[in-house]
């Protein structure tokens, strides 16, 4: 009765083991991933790609990389439309099947912030954006670009590089008055910038779905700095660009990856001569190998220039690094080792991870979650130009998380 009653306590616990570890028993006929984002709504424009930027990668690995150890990984795309309660039933969905996905990654700030908790509790692994609040305290969440204050300290030091009068360059914030768009505005980010000789010389917030922002701009416009900058997406960069066109207001923006092609294609001539933060090649770049292998596959599934973003290529990254992940990891511990704390390892011993002969280039630790380099691109005639290549970011964590 011992050995029987012992033999039923360790089938239930691995029973459970398995439920709260997406383990499988066996080799499976396929795997999954989850990918969330707000594909409809306010951040459409710019995350919108991430679904066939997925699907094109998933399926040049499944195709020519052999998938997971021969088995075929199907992503599961969810739609959340910039709501984040829709998100998080989505998110519940998810987690309730079995197996559940090991990765159920976010394409959405305020999502990713809310579901941090849940990624311990529910034992997954997330990929989500470079806020501090996605990230920190360390849970089950890696970033899959540098946080954004970091993005926007690679530009501030280019330009102090670069500065040819006596006095500090000067700089105003206008941004989102979200968790995205507040996570440029941290007391870390400013002693950073006081650091190396800049000023920051006002801060002003707008609505997600504000268009007139003049008395935020004649705020700034009356401390006179050399440039503005945001953190913000879509019709958050528009409006600005629109207002200071409205002022007869001549300065450019800087902006993190909000600022990327999918922005800019909606009023080109209005984000001419404009720096942006990236941390990926860049669509212009036409005959980088890392651009030409992604091509060949934009090209073959008919994607149109509005799938031109940034997140058509975070949808490459992050599936190039799931697939080396979970390779290792399969390869190293087999099909019943596949949870997420054998995924975490592999993830923070991961150095200068540089895929697909260097679209990007990624390395976690267990205390820092987010990769730590980004190039500087200045928008010229449509198109983003590199005018540095890949560089460290300043480390912007706040210090109790360091």
Same mark, same amino acid.
């Given at each position: 009765m011992?050995?029987?009653?012992?033999?039923?306590?360790?089938?239930?616990?691995?029973?459970?083991?398995?439920?709260?570890?997406?383990?499988?028993?066996?080799?499976?006929e396929?795997?999954?991933? $989850?990918?969330?984002?707000?594909?409809?709504?306010?951040?459409?424009?710019?995350?919108?790609?991430?679904?066939?930027?997925?699907?094109d990668?998933?399926?040049?690995?499944?195709? &020519?990389?052999?998938?997971?150890?021969?088995?075929?990984?199907?992503?599961?795309?969810?739609?959340?439309? $910039?709501?984040?309660?829709?998100?998080q039933?989505?998110?519940?969905?998810?987690?309730?099947?079995?197996?559940?996905?090991?990765?159920?990654?976010?394409?959405?700030?305020?999502?990713?912030?809310?579901?941090?908790?849940?990624?311990?509790?529910?034992?997954?692994?997330?990929?989500?954006?470079?806020? $501090?609040?996605?990230?920190?305290?360390?849970?089950?969440?890696?970033?899959?670009?540098?946080?954004?204050?970091?993005?926007?300290?690679?530009?501030?030091?280019?330009?102090?590089?670069n500065?040819?009068?006596?006095?500090?360059?000067k700089?105003g914030?206008?941004?989102?008055?979200?968790g995205?768009?507040?996570?440029?505005?941290t007391?870390?980010?400013?002693?950073?910038?006081?650091?190396?000789?800049?000023?920051?010389?006002d801060?002003?917030?707008?609505?997600?779905?504000?268009?007139?922002?003049?008395?935020?701009?004649?705020k700034?416009?009356?401390?006179?700095?050399?440039?503005?900058?945001?953190?913000?997406?879509?019709?958050?960069?528009?409006?600005i660009?629109?207002?200071?066109?409205?002022?007869?207001?001549?300065?450019?923006?800087?902006?993190?990856?909000?600022?990327?092609?999918?922005?800019?294609?909606?009023?080109?001539?209005?984000?001419?001569?404009?720096?942006?933060?990236l941390h990926?090649?860049?669509?212009?770049?036409?005959?980088?190998?890392?651009?030409?292998?992604?091509?060949?596959?934009?090209?073959?599934?008919?994607?149109?220039?509005?799938?031109?973003?940034?997140?058509?290529?975070?949808?490459?990254?992050?599936?190039?690094?799931?697939?080396?992940?979970?390779?290792?990891?399969?390869?190293?511990?087999?099909?019943?080792?596949?949870?997420?704390?054998?995924?975490?390892?592999?993830?923070?011993?991961?150095?200068?991870?540089?895929?697909?002969?260097?679209?990007?280039?990624?390395?976690?630790?267990?205390?820092?979650?987010?990769?730590?380099?980004?190039?500087?691109?200045?928008?010229?005639?449509?198109?983003?130009?590199?005018?540095?290549?890949?560089? &460290?970011?300043?480390?912007?964590?706040?210090a109790k998380?360091?």
């Amino acid at each position: 009765m011992k050995r029987l009653s012992l033999s039923l306590v360790l089938m239930l616990l691995i029973a459970f083991f398995c439920m709260q570890a997406s383990c499988f028993a066996e080799k499976p006929e396929s795997i999954s991933i $989850g990918v969330m984002g707000d594909f409809s709504g306010p951040y459409a424009p710019v995350v919108g790609p991430t679904r066939p930027g997925t699907l094109d990668a998933w399926q040049y690995l499944n195709k &020519e990389a052999g998938g997971i150890q021969g088995i075929k990984l199907e992503p599961i795309l969810k739609d959340m439309g $910039g709501k984040v309660d829709v998100g998080q039933s989505q998110y519940n969905e998810l987690v309730s099947m079995k197996p559940k996905p090991i990765f159920i990654d976010m394409y959405i700030t305020p999502l990713a912030a809310a579901l941090r908790n849940r990624f311990v509790e529910d034992n997954v692994v997330s990929l989500v954006p470079g806020a $501090g609040e996605s990230l920190y305290p360390v849970g089950n969440s890696y970033a899959y670009y540098a946080l954004y204050p970091e993005q926007i300290g690679v530009v501030l030091k280019w330009i102090k590089d670069n500065w040819k009068k006596k006095e500090n360059p000067k700089f105003g914030i206008i941004t989102w008055d979200t968790g995205y768009g507040r996570a440029i505005v941290t007391e870390e980010f400013y002693n950073w910038a006081e650091k190396i000789g800049v000023d920051i010389v006002d801060t002003q917030l707008f609505g997600i779905r504000d268009v007139d922002l003049t008395p935020q701009l004649m705020k700034l416009r009356a401390k006179n700095p050399d440039y503005l900058i945001t953190n913000s997406t879509a019709s958050g960069p528009l409006a600005i660009k629109k207002g200071l066109k409205e002022m007869g207001w001549d300065i450019k923006l800087i902006n993190t990856s909000g600022g990327d092609w999918g922005t800019a294609a909606l009023d080109p001539s209005l984000f001419e001569g404009d720096l942006v933060a990236l941390h990926v090649k860049s669509f212009d770049e036409v005959d980088d190998p890392s651009i030409k292998t992604v091509m060949t596959y934009f090209t073959a599934n008919n994607r149109t220039e509005k799938d031109k973003s940034l997140f058509y290529l975070v949808g490459w990254q992050v599936a190039l690094l799931e697939h080396k992940i979970l390779n290792q990891v399969v390869k190293d511990h087999g099909w019943k080792g596949l949870n997420a704390e054998n995924v975490m390892k592999e993830l923070n011993n991961l150095k200068d991870f540089a895929p697909l002969e260097g679209i990007t280039k990624m390395s976690y630790s267990e205390k820092r979650r987010s990769p730590t380099v980004a190039r500087v691109y200045k928008i010229t005639k449509g198109k983003f130009l590199p005018v540095t290549d890949f560089v &460290e970011t300043p480390d912007l964590r706040p210090a109790k998380f360091k």
